[in-house]
Structures are given as C-alpha cells and as structure tokens.
C-alpha cells in the first residue's frame, strides 16, 4: 500500500521509522510497511459465507456456510502459531467475518497473544451491541467495504439497503469509540464517486480510507474490462491526491492510501520532484523501505479451510494447509517453488518490469493480475500505468 497522506502531506519522515529500528515487532502500526524484517500481516478469510453478493468478491462469497471451515479450536491454535511467528496484524476477513458467531472469541485471543486484531467487513452487521463487544476485546481497527454512494454501492452489493445499514455500522463504531475507516475499490463504474467519498470522509470525521485498484480475481475476475485505463487511473490517482492535500489544508487531516498498484509510488514521487524537491528525496526513501508489492513476504492470506496463499487474491494456489503444518513452517520453510520465487521476485519478473527502474520501490507491482491477464506470473502488470519514458529515468 501507498501512504499518499504520509508521503505526499509529510506526516511521515523517514527518521519516523528509523527510531524503531524498523522492526515489525516495535512499530505502531501506521508505520508497519516500513519494516525492514517484513513479518507477515496475515489476512485470515475465517468464512466464506456473507450476507451480501458483491459483484466484484475475490472469494466468490456465498450466503451458504461451508462444511470445510476452521473450528475455533483450530482457529486458536493458528492464533498461538502466528503470534510465535511474530506476526503484528492479523487481519479477519471473509467472506462477511461478523456472520461467525466466535469471531469477537477468536479476535480476543489473538489481542491477547499480543497481535493487533483488526476486521474487514461490509459493516451491515455492526448494531450498537457489537460495536460495544468488539470495542471491549480491544479491537484495533473497523475497515468498512463502501463503493460509492447509496445507489453505486448498493448496485455493487446486490442488496438494496447495504449502503444506509453500512452507515449505520460506522456510527455505532464511532460512539463505541473503535477506529473506523472505509475501503474502496476503483473501476470504471465508481470511479466518479471518489469526490462523494471524500465528502464523506470530512462529513461523518472518517479518519482513514483506502482505494483499491482492481484485482482480476474471484468475481472481480469478470471486471477486467472494467478496470480504469491507464489514463484514467493517474487522473484518479490525481484526484485521491488532491483531494487529500486540500482535506489537510483545511486542517482536516485524513490518513489516505491508495491498495494493490504500486506504479502509485513512483507516480506520486514523480509528481513531488515536479512540485517539491526536497519532499520527494524524503518520499524516496521511504518508498525504498516500503519495498512495493510483498505478496508471499510481508502479506499473507489463511483461507477459511486452512489453505495458505500468498495474498488474498491468489486462491488457485495453495502453498499448503495450517491443518497439516503450522503457518510458520509453510512461510519460512517453503516447499512450494511458486512462493520461494515470490520471496525474491525481482530475480524473476519479465519484460519492462526487468529493467524497469522502479523495480526496488514497486517490487514487480502483482503478479496475480499478469497471470490473470497473460498466463504467464512474471509477465508485467497490465495495471501499470508508468509510461516506458518513465520506467527509464534514473532515480
């Protein structure tokens, strides 16, 4: 991810995460992507069921529960490993996390093994009640799923009335005092709702948001033809930075980040060497310590039946199951030849990618979405956006 607040509005500096030692163990967590060990975040999809029908899920959610799904004992023991691991985030997902009934149990434990316990959700199920309870257990962070406003949103939902109990959601997690923020994914049929986000952001004090480029994978891998062109992805991404510039002006500082294309940091910092100097050799740095796309290194997905992938969206292949070896193992001793290349992709990327000079900052941009669009996983991102001119410029 690209902190564009961080970077672009300089509430972080590089000496910020030096102080730490960059060590995930010792960073707060909006200074995690700059560690330099690169323990995983763990993305734990605890179910495949949902009350929604996102048009563009990546796990192909359904109302039905499936037969395969960890147990909380199961659950407990990935939590133990994990947190031996050294993991800072696990991050609980679905699916529609909140429709199993132990999650506030299984979010608990792993605060109290000392891991940062955060939920990803549609946030149509949070009433006042369970906004108190995950409040109680000490949940760091709410991430709410909205695509625009009422009406794209609930077009992408395919539930009339997601988009009113989703705002319900957030202001029940505001007045149980839970961090809340919003997730947001760009295509071609939302991209004009930016603007309304922001609105909304500034109206109900959201403090953070997150765009999401387009992934090609589970449903979303019907949507390609309705991924942004290139040009229209630096105009949006132009926008989400003006946009947060002016919210800070206006002493209304929000934290924004752009997800999943990481041509965004190179972009940005080629916008600031136009603008700012002097911010853009700070920016630099810290885009050298984020290290761009860490899909199999500094992010890892559980699925709801134990298999372990190198993200969330890489569910056609499975490096192994926690039920037969601990997560741990899989990820440090891997046995699959897919994930050990993934620790060290830059050796392996094709094409522009190979002699791009970005390559140290962007980290080959994903991998799922060249195999999704050329078959081939070292091909070059179709979503990159950086001009051949610009990919050759010395740093």
Not at 274 to 295: C, D, I, Q, T
Request: glycine share 8%.
């Amino acid at each position: 991810m690209i902190g564009i607040s961080k970077l672009y509005c300089g509430t972080v500096e590089p000496s910020d995460a030096l102080r730490y030692g960059r060590q995930s163990s010792r960073l707060p967590s909006h200074l995690l992507q700059f560690s330099e060990d690169k323990r995983p975040v763990v993305v734990w999809n605890i179910t495949r069921r949902c009350n929604l029908k996102c048009i563009h899920c990546y796990a192909h959610a359904t109302d039905q529960s499936a037969t395969s799904e960890l147990s909380t004992a199961e659950g407990k023991a990935l939590i133990d490993d994990l947190a031996d691991f050294g993991v800072p985030v696990l991050l609980f997902s679905g699916g529609e996390p909140l429709v199993r009934k132990d999650l506030p149990e299984l979010a608990s434990y792993a605060v109290e093994k000392g891991m940062r316990a955060v939920i990803s959700t549609n946030g149509t199920l949070i009433d006042a009640d369970t906004a108190h309870t995950l409040k109680s257990i000490g949940l760091s962070y709410v991430g709410i799923s909205l695509d625009g406003l009422e009406p794209v949103n609930d077009m992408f939902r395919g539930v009339a009335g997601a988009f009113s109990k989703a705002m319900e959601g957030i202001r029940n997690c505001q007045e149980a005092g839970i961090k809340v923020g919003l997730r947001f994914t760009i295509n071609k049929k939302n991209v004009k709702e930016i603007p309304g986000i922001f609105d909304l952001l500034e109206e109900m004090d959201i403090p953070r948001v997150c765009f999401y480029h387009l992934v090609y994978a589970g449903r979303g891998s019907d949507l390609v033809e309705e991924d942004l062109s290139h040009a229209e992805t630096r105009a949006a991404v132009d926008l989400i930075i003006d946009r947060t510039r002016q919210l800070h002006e206006k002493g209304k500082p929000k934290e924004v980040l752009t997800v999943d294309n990481h041509a965004d940091g190179p972009y940005l910092y080629l916008r600031l060497l136009k603008e700012n100097p002097e911010r853009a050799a700070e920016v630099l740095e810290l885009l050298k310590m984020n290290e761009g796309n860490n899909s199999g290194r500094g992010i890892g997905c559980v699925s709801w039946d134990g298999e372990v992938y190198a993200d969330q969206f890489w569910r056609h292949h499975s490096f192994g199951n926690v039920r037969q070896r601990p997560f741990s193992k899989i990820w440090t001793d891997p046995e699959d030849p897919l994930l050990r290349r993934l620790k060290d992709k830059k050796r392996h990327v094709q094409g522009r990618c190979a002699t791009c000079r970005w390559l140290d900052i962007c980290g080959g941009n994903f991998r799922v979405r060249a195999e999704a669009v050329y078959g081939n996983v070292w091909a070059p991102d179709p979503a990159c956006y950086l001009t051949d001119e610009e990919i050759s410029q010395a740093l």
